[in-house]
């Protein structure tokens, strides 16, 4: 007898409709109408495929694919998208979907589609995933970077809170992962969070965990990230985007290790290590009232910035030759064999505004699209027209944001005088937090 396909669709019901039809003869279809109640149904277990649709009424397609993909990454997943919205598709793709099917749906399509994706699903574990899925390698021997590395190295010795704070892309993720090899925890769980990916009714439940029946769709109760990293290390990653009705419950479980998941009407104890990201200073956030500062002072222990890739250019090299072999690894059949020294060259003088991620993303790109065996320099003007533009542009030293505000923190000193409790009025901060940052910055 065959084995019938469990197949999860998350849609509206006149979709939902024309899949469970295509899909009859060997699937069994669970429908859903919200991402919240497909998440729901997906941690209930036995799911082999799901096919969502990129229009959900609560929450975005691309935070549901995130969440699934936290939640039970082995298992593939559809999109059922319009026929135009090449954005989308795009980005499902970079998110991991195993396929983006367009409307109007061609059903024997959809079919073959499902079929494939549960084959992949029910194949036997890989041996050699575990080595795979180890910790990305940390590259650069820079002064700069090598001065980051070591600061992490003594951070990772303790297990206070630590605040990474670098631009986007410049890898704090492997920073933060980084640190929890390190440390003493090395042998309990790592967990991510983007506090900035979901809105906070559903981060609320991502987090804390919920009880059965605290919401509609919480059929089974939910222990929570928080509770998952217990004995090992949370990352917060954009921690600045953490909604304001969530900072004061994180801020309980780091004072106290105390939480309660939603609904439930106990609480737990957890020991975690709390890690913590961002891209913008978060004392800015304080003075603009988003974001706590009671917060800010319990994850603000130890703080380490993260250079742009413009500070470390002698790592450049070092980090093509890296990003290139797992380019030509992801893609064996390209011509591309080798890039020339020039080439090279060229690309550690560009300006990279979008830091590592940028820089793997071009070297990528240049892989799959390239048609020599050896790349020239003149051949990544063609692969991107802008990267001489930014080249010149990089001698301008755009500041950074930290730059700027602190730049701002000064005038207004300069304006009141040097009145340190007149200035912290109009900077809308305390003055405490005024003398912390002077104190910072005089080193």
């Not at 600045?240 to 939480?259: F, S």
């Not at 439930?264 to 913008?280: K, L, M, P």
Request: aromatic residues 4%.
């Amino acid at each position: 007898m065959a084995v019938r396909t469990n197949v999860l669709v998350v849609s509206d019901a006149h979709t939902a409709a024309v899949v469970r039809s295509a899909l009859a003869s060997a699937c069994d279809c669970e429908v859903v109408e919200s991402g919240e109640a497909g998440l729901a149904s997906l941690g209930r277990g036995h799911v082999d495929v799901v096919v969502a649709d990129e229009s959900l009424a609560d929450m975005r397609l691309l935070d549901l694919l995130e969440v699934m993909a936290a939640r039970s990454p082995t298992v593939p997943v559809i999109v059922v998208g319009g026929a135009g919205d090449v954005a989308s598709a795009a980005e499902a793709g970079r998110r991991g979907v195993f396929e983006y099917v367009v409307k109007p749906l061609d059903t024997l399509a959809l079919a073959r589609s499902v079929e494939r994706a549960a084959g992949v699903h029910r194949q036997p574990p890989d041996p050699n995933a575990r080595k795979r899925t180890s910790a990305s390698p940390v590259i650069g021997s820079s002064a700069r970077f090598t001065e980051t590395l070591q600061a992490i190295e003594r951070v990772a010795r303790s297990t206070a809170p630590v605040l990474l704070v670098g631009e986007t892309g410049t890898g704090k993720d492997l920073l933060a992962e980084r640190i929890h090899t390190l440390g003493p925890r090395r042998s309990h769980p790592f967990v991510v969070v983007n506090a900035g990916a979901l809105p906070a009714t559903l981060l609320d439940s991502e987090l804390f965990g919920h009880a059965a029946g605290a919401f509609t769709g919480a059929t089974r109760p939910r222990r929570g990230l928080v509770a998952e990293a217990n004995g090992g290390t949370l990352f917060l990653d954009e921690i600045a985007d953490l909604p304001l009705e969530l900072q004061g419950r994180l801020l309980r479980v780091i004072e106290t290790g105390a939480i309660r998941a939603v609904g439930a009407d106990h609480e737990r104890t957890v020991d975690v290590r709390f890690i913590a990201a961002t891209h913008e200073p978060l004392a800015v956030a304080v003075s603009e009232k988003r974001f706590r500062e009671d917060l800010f002072f319990r994850l603000n222990v130890l703080d380490v910035r993260v250079p742009p890739l413009r500070e470390r250019r002698d790592d450049i090299p070092a980090l093509v030759a890296h990003f290139f072999a797992r380019a030509r690894a992801r893609t064996p059949h390209s011509p591309v064999a080798e890039i020339a020294p020039a080439a090279v060259e060229r690309l550690s003088q560009a300006a990279w505004p979008g830091n590592v991620r940028e820089l793997s993303a071009f070297i990528e790109r240049l892989v799959v699209f390239g048609q020599r065996a050896r790349v020239e320099a003149a051949d990544l003007e063609a692969l991107d027209e802008a990267l001489v533009l930014r080249e010149d542009a990089s001698d301008l030293a755009i500041p950074t944001l930290r730059e700027l505000s602190l730049r701002h923190v000064e005038e207004v000193l300069a304006k009141t005088n040097g009145d340190r409790a007149s200035a912290a009025v109009i900077l809308g901060i305390d003055v405490s937090t005024l003398y912390r940052w002077k104190r910072r910055e005089s080193g």
